[in-house]
């Protein structure tokens, strides 16, 4: 298993220009606006001991309003139990 890191010292902070104290504009909800042809995504994969994986993904726009005006939010969840083939 790998580790993960938790960069919550004041030198990650340093490092990768962000105030742990202050909130920037830049670091706060979305960077794309609602027109056809643009949405965002958020995602988290995970890979656990026992070989299951799970996909998170929060979506401004489903696939199917992918190319229309205005904002469409959902959240996809994906989870694969190990050997079983992975559809997305």
């Known amino acids: 298993m790998k580790i993960s890191k938790i960069m919550n ?3 990650n902070y340093k490092r990768l220009g ?4 202050k909130l920037e504009p830049w670091e706060d909800g979305i960077r794309g606006t609602d027109a056809a042809g643009q949405a965002e995504i958020w995602y988290l994969d995970c890979s656990f001991d026992d070989g299951s994986t799970l996909v998170l993904g929060t979506r401004t726009k489903s696939a199917a309003q992918q190319n229309k005006k205005g904002y469409n939010p959902n959240i996809a969840i994906n989870y694969t139990k190990q050997g079983e083939p992975t559809f997305f």
């Not at 962000?18 to 104290?21: E, M």
């Open 9 to 11: 010292q004041p030198e």
């Open 18 to 21: 962000i105030n742990p104290n």
